[in-house]
C-alpha cells in the first residue's frame, strides 16, 4: 500500500540521478568529440596563415586530381580487406558455433592477434612474407613460383596487415552475434531436409545479416582510417596513399588546416558508407527478421 | 518418404561426459501408431527423440527403419520431421516460405509446391495467414505453423517435442485435438514426448514411461493408468496416496494388510514378485483420490478419518484426511461438500487399491515431479 505513493513521488527523483550517473559519459562526449569536431571545422575554414573564413582548404583538395584520387585509393585500400574479412569470418564463426573440438584454444589462437600491436604484426609480416621470408620461400621450393612474389609495401601489403589486425575483432563481433540464434532454428533447418550449407545460406546468414553489417560498419571505418599499417607494410607515397597520409603530409607541411580539411572529408566519406549500410540494415530488419510487433 | 513399417531402437545410449542420459533403450515402434515418452525432466526422453531424429549421436545400439540400420545418417537424409518445443520458425520468412522452405530443398516444382502449401496450410487452419511473419502470429498459430511446416513434407516419423508445452491451458486442449485429428487424418507414425500424463493418456497408441535413462513401464494407456507396475510411475499417473501397510494374508487373488490404525484392507499388486509377499512384509497401499468412494457398500475397504483441509475442484471436492493414530493424511474426493474438522467415512475398490513394496531409493523428483489431472495446492502442500 505504501510502496504506491512513493514510487509516482520517485520518479522525477530517477530522472535526476539518471542524468547525474550519464554525466561523465556526457563530459567525455562532449570534450573529446563535440569539441574536437567544432574546433577542427573551424580550423578547416581557415587559411594556412590564420585567415578566413574560406573554404581554401576544400576547393584545394577536390581541383587537385591527384588529391582526389586519394579517395579512389582509399576505397581501393580499404573496401575489399573489409568485404575479404567478413567473408572469412562468418562461415568460420557459422562453424565454431557447430561445436567443434577444442573449440576455446582455436578461438583464442583466432583472436591472439588483437594483442599484437600494428608494430608487431609489420616486423612478422617482413618475416613471413618478404622476398626471403617463409611464405615465398615455400612456394619457391614447391616450384609454385620461379621467382618470389612482392607482397610487401604495395597495395598486397596493406591488405594482408589490414585483414591480420582486423580478423580477431570482426571473427569476435560475427560469434557473438551468431551465438544469440537460436540454435533450433540450424536443427529445425536440418529436420526439413536442408545440409548445412543450405542451412547456413538459407537460415543462419539472413538471420545473422543485421550484425554483419554492423561487423562491416566497424571494420571498414577502422580500414579506412589506415595509417599505420600502410607506413609500414604499404606504400604511402605511391600505391597506398590514402586519405589519412595525404592528412599527415599536410600537417608535416605545417598545413593544419589543410589536414583537418582532408580528415573532416574522411569521416564524411566514412559517415555516407555507415549511413548507407545502416539504412539496408533498418530496412532488411523492418523486412523480415523483427518482423514488426507480436500479434494479439 | 519411406513410410514407417517397423522402426526399432536397440539398445540405444547416449552419454554425455560420465552422465548417461540414455541407457539400453529398447523401442519398436508400428508404422502408423502414436506413440508417447512420458516422464520428468532428466528423464532421457528428449534424448531418445533427438537420437532417434539424428540430431544427437549414439554412443552405442542402433536405429533400424523398415530393417535397415539409419544411426549413421545425418538428420537430414532421415526423412522425420520435427516440431520443436519452442517451435524454431524463421523469423525472416513468411508462414508461407516457412512451410515451403522443405518443398524448395527437395527441388519440387512450383506449383505442386503452392498446391501442397496450401493444402497443409488448410489442415492447421492458417490458410489465411500465410503473408505473416512468425512474430505476427498467437502463441497457437506459432504452433500450428510448426506442425504445418512438418506434415507438408509428409514424413516417415513425426517427431513432437513438448509441443504443447509453451500454450496456455485452453489452447493446450484445443492444439491436443488438433494434433490427434491430424495424425488420424494423415495417418503419420508420430513419437511424442511429453512430462504431462494426460496428454499421453489421451492421445497415445503406446506410452512409454522413461526414468533416469531408461523404460520404466510400456504399455497402452489403459495399461500404465489401471495397472502401473511400479511406485514411480503410479506416483506419475497420480496414485496420489501411499498408506504404509503390513502384509496379513496373500492370495492369488489379492492381498489383506493391515494399516497402522489396525483396519483391514484388500488389495491387489501388479508388481512382479509380489506373489513372494509374506505376512508381516511392510508394503506401500497406493490409490487415486479421485478413485475413493463415499459409497462403500461393496467395496470391502473402509477408512475413517478427520477432515483438514477441503478444495473444490469442479467436478468434485478434494478433502486432505488424517487418519489419526499413525499420522497418515490421505486425499479423498467426494462428490458433495465436506466440513474442515469432520469425520468421515470412505471407500475404495479393492481392485483399484495397489500395493508396491516400498522404494529404497525414490528419487527425490518423482513426487514433486507427478503431476495429476487436476492441480491440487494440498498435494503441493504435502
Sequence with gaps: ?296 | MEAIQKLQMKGVTRRFGAATALDHFDLEIAGGSFVSLLGPSGCGKTTALNCLAGLLELSEGEIILNGRAIQHLPAEKRGFGMVFQNYALFPHLTAFRNVVYGLELRRVNREERARRVKKALEIVHLEAFEKRYPAQLSGGQQQRLALARTIVLEPGLLLLDEPLSNLDANLRNEMRIEIKRIHDELGLTTLYVTHDQSEALSLSDLVVVMRLGHIEQLGTPQEIYTRPRSLYVANFMGYANQLPVTVVENSNQECVVRTAAGDELRGVSTVEGSRAWQPGQQVLASFRPDETRSDFKDSGNRLRGKVRLVEYLGKAYEALVDLGKGGQQLLVHSPVALDSGAEIEFGIARARLLLFPPENATPASSAAMAPRAEESAIEGRR
Design chain 1, 1 to 296: 500500500m505504501a510502496a504506491l505513493p512513493s514510487t509516482s513521488a520517485r520518479r522525477p527523483r530517477i530522472a535526476w540521478s539518471a542524468l547525474l550517473l550519464s554525466l561523465p559519459a556526457l563530459l567525455v562526449v562532449l570534450v573529446l568529440f563535440i569539441y574536437p569536431f567544432i574546433f577542427g571545422f573551424n580550423l578547416s575554414l581557415q587559411d594556412v596563415d590564420g585567415s578566413g573564413p574560406t573554404l581554401v582548404n576544400y576547393s584545394s583538395f577536390f581541383s587537385d586530381p591527384a588529391q582526389i584520387d586519394t579517395i579512389r585509393i582509399t576505397f581501393t585500400v580499404a573496401l575489399p580487406v573489409t568485404i575479404f574479412t567478413l567473408a572469412i569470418c562468418t562461415p568460420l564463426a557459422y562453424f565454431m558455433r557447430q561445436g567443434v573440438k577444442f573449440e576455446r584454444l582455436i578461438t583464442i589462437l583466432l583472436i591472439l592477434p588483437m594483442t599484437l600491436g600494428t608494430v608487431m604484426v609489420a616486423q612478422a609480416m617482413e618475416r613471413y612474407f618478404g622476398p626471403v621470408g617463409w611464405f615465398n620461400q615455400l612456394l619457391l621450393w614447391l616450384h609454385l613460383l620461379s621467382s618470389p612474389i612482392n607482397m610487401l609495401h604495395n597495395w598486397l601489403g596493406v591488405e594482408i596487415g589490414l585483414f591480420i589486425l582486423g580478423f580477431p575483432f570482426v571473427f569476435l563481433l560475427l560469434v557473438g552475434y551468431m551465438s544469440s540464434i537460436n540454435p533450433d532454428m540450424e536443427k529445425a533447418s536440418r529436420m526439413l531436409g536442408a545440409n548445412i550449407w543450405q542451412t547456413f545460406w538459407r537460415v543462419v546468414f539472413p538471420l545473422s545479416l543485421p550484425g554483419i553489417m554492423v561487423a562491416f560498419c566497424l571494420n571498414f571505418v577502422a580500414n579506412f582510417g589506415v595509417f599505420a599499417t600502410d607506413q609500414l607494410v604499404g606504400d604511402p607515397a605511391g600505391a597506398t596513399h590514402v586519405l589519412s597520409v595525404a592528412a599527415y603530409d599536410a600537417f608535416s607541411n605545417n598545413n593544419w588546416p589543410q589536414a583537418t580539411a582532408i580528415s573532416l572529408i574522411m569521416g564524411v566519406l566514412e559517415l555516407l558508407v555507415v549511413v548507407l549500410i545502416l539504412w539496408l540494415r533498418g530496412w532488411i530488419v523492418r523486412g523480415s527478421v523483427i518482423g514488426g510487433v507480436k500479434g494479439a
